[in-house]
């Protein structure tokens, strides 16, 4: 079992900042994709973006140039640097990894409980 936890949520004023972190632990033997997801109440779940072990990178059309996703494969981290928010950036932000704890597990995909980001003045 592999557990994903989030942590940097809070409550930021429109154009503000703020970095997300997503440390995964219990039996890792490796972690392919990780990437960010985003759910507000009401609305259907959507990537944010995702990153691969070397550093390969994907986004969402609504957050290119504003937000970064990096990750330290030493760690186990995952990170999305959050810049120019705005109102419609609130959301529950998920973490996600595919992850095995053996050679011959097969992937399995994880998810994180989430932390809530409010952006509002």
């Known amino acids: 079992q592999v557990q994903l936890v989030e942590s940097g949520g809070g409550l930021v004023q429109p154009g503000g900042s703020l970095t997300l972190s997503c440390a995964a632990s219990?039996?890792?033997?490796?972690?392919?994709?990780m990437g960010w997801y985003r759910q507000a109440p009401g609305t259907r779940r959507e990537l944010v973006a995702t990153?691969?072990?070397?550093?390969?990178?994907n986004y969402a059309d609504f957050v290119k140039g504003r937000f970064t996703i990096s990750r330290d494969n030493a760690k186990n981290t995952v990170y999305l640097q959050m810049n120019s928010l705005k109102p419609e950036d609130t959301a529950v932000y998920v973490c996600?990894?595919?992850?095995?704890?053996?050679?011959?597990?097969?992937?399995?995909?994880?998810w994180g409980q989430g932390t809530q980001v409010t952006v509002s003045s």
């Open positions: 996600s990894a595919d992850a095995r704890s053996t050679w011959w597990d097969s992937w399995r995909g994880y």
């Open positions: 219990g039996s890792i033997f490796s972690i392919n994709v």
């Open positions: 990153i691969l072990p070397d550093s390969s990178t």
